[in-house]
């Protein structure tokens, strides 16, 4: 049977979303680059025209999920109709922004062989996202429910603070100790905004006793 010729960009799409599939449905650890050019039906040369190894499509898919964040995150920011609480709940009301396809990808990063790049995404999260809440934080001071002299700067330390300490694997605590962190961060990002105590609770939603 002939292979079917695509657009590079067309294929190279393709070769993500199949090894996104294959990744999540097996695991990163036990699916092979033979696996997604066979799902494909396409040549292992053609696979390795547009990635250099398997942790090189991981960083395209890792890219892909930032976008998808980020693209969130501006529509939010942008809404006119919301007030900047309104605007940081819906962006941080969960542990994470993304959802669930945003975790899956997380539990690939924190595999060993990918910490360098779990240490790049960080780093890039930080870059690209922290601009959009500086801008709600601005929102926020303009409405008198913040008061910050320098909201790029602020939130640029809360986050890498948050982004690392609170990284579940990297130090290994507990779940009863990552909530333990997560409390006295909600403190601290209340104090750094000038925010009223207690404003940032949906950051922490009660889910019991610990």
Known sequence: MARIVKAPDERRAEIVE???RLFRTHG??????DK???EIGVAKGTFYYYFKSKPD????????TLDQIVAMAEEVAAAPNLSAMQKMAALLGNS???GDDSLEVAE???LPENRELHELTNIQTVLRLSPILAQIVEQGNAEGVFDVAQPLETIQFL??????LTDGDMF???EAELRARRRVMQAIIEKALGAEPGSFQFMNPVRGVD
């Open 18 to 20: 199949t090894a996104e």
């Open 28 to 33: 990163y650890a036990k699916c092979s680059v």
């Open 36 to 38: 997604i050019i066979q």
């Open 57 to 64: 499509i991981l960083r395209a898919i890792v890219d892909k």
């Open 96 to 98: 994470h922004m993304g």
């Open 108 to 110: 690939m990063l924190h």
């Open 159 to 164: 986050f890498t603070g948050a982004q690392f």
């Open 172 to 174: 290994g605590f507990t």
